[in-house]
């Protein structure tokens, strides 16, 4: 699995958009890359994953760079419910298995 | 439609003992997966199941073992239960097939006294 580096924490005013980067400089070609939160101690939830494209779901959207070495969570318009842990992960579908590092501890401001 | 379920939510064991938790997926999911989630390791794999098969395995001891029955729902072992068990074991399910989203369930608080 690719290892990726993001921020520990970042913070976030409410109303605003939240851009969470993520390094994934060793993703191979195979693999996605898929974006988690968890809010303090319910499980992981599903955000948004994608390949090479840009993505767009109900939740956020997904920038990833033409060379796939990053890529950015965006959150439109956070709202205090979106303080949670983001976890960036690059897993190939052929793995069956999701590698998760410490995340990005996003704090949503009133 | 009912998410993962899994059970027991809470469990206090002691030292030695054995004990089994529960996961049943979404219907009609295939793939089932457990992580420990503990504060010092963080989310960790254990292993990964899709028709009754283990496709995937994590770095975890032999006390660790699962199982997947027919209809989708999943179980998993610890035996010779040890202080360092203690932790948050989360079951996952997806349809299995290729680079599908993961949906968790709240999880099974152990803690091992």
């Known amino acids: 699995d690719a290892k990726t580096t993001q921020p520990p924490s970042m913070d976030c005013a409410e109303g605003r958009a939240a851009n969470l980067p993520c390094n994934h400089s060793?993703?191979?070609?195979?693999?996605?890359v898929y974006w988690y939160r968890q809010i303090h101690s319910q499980g992981p939830q599903y955000i948004i994953h994608g390949l090479k494209n840009n993505e767009t779901n109900e939740m956020a959207s997904l920038i990833i760079t033409e060379d796939r070495k990053s890529s950015t969570l965006i959150l439109p318009h956070a709202t205090l419910r979106d303080t949670a842990v983001y976890y960036c992960?690059?897993?190939?579908?052929?793995?069956?298995?999701?590698?998760f590092g410490k995340g990005t501890l996003l704090t949503v401001n009133p | 439609k009912a998410g993962v379920t899994q059970t027991p939510r809470y469990l206090i064991k002691t030292r030695g003992q054995q004990v089994t938790l529960s996961c049943s997926p979404i219907?009609?999911?295939?793939?089932v997966s457990w992580y420990q989630q503990t504060p010092g390791q963080g989310l960790q794999f254990l292993f990964e199941?899709?028709?009754?098969?283990?496709?995937n395995k994590g770095n975890f001891p032999g006390r660790f073992s699962g199982r997947q029955f027919s209809n989708s729902r999943s179980e998993m072992n610890v035996s010779t239960l040890e202080l360092g068990d203690s932790a948050l074991y989360l079951c996952?399910?997806?349809?299995?097939?290729?680079?599908?989203?993961?949906?968790f369930g709240s999880g099974t608080r152990l803690t091992v006294v």
């Open positions: 992960i690059g897993s190939g579908g052929s793995n069956y298995k999701l590698t």
């Open positions: 060793t993703i191979s070609g195979n693999e996605y």
């Open positions: 199941y899709f028709s009754e098969t283990q496709r």
């Open positions: 996952a399910s997806s349809p299995g097939q290729g680079a599908d989203g993961y949906t």
């Open positions: 219907s009609g999911h295939r793939s």
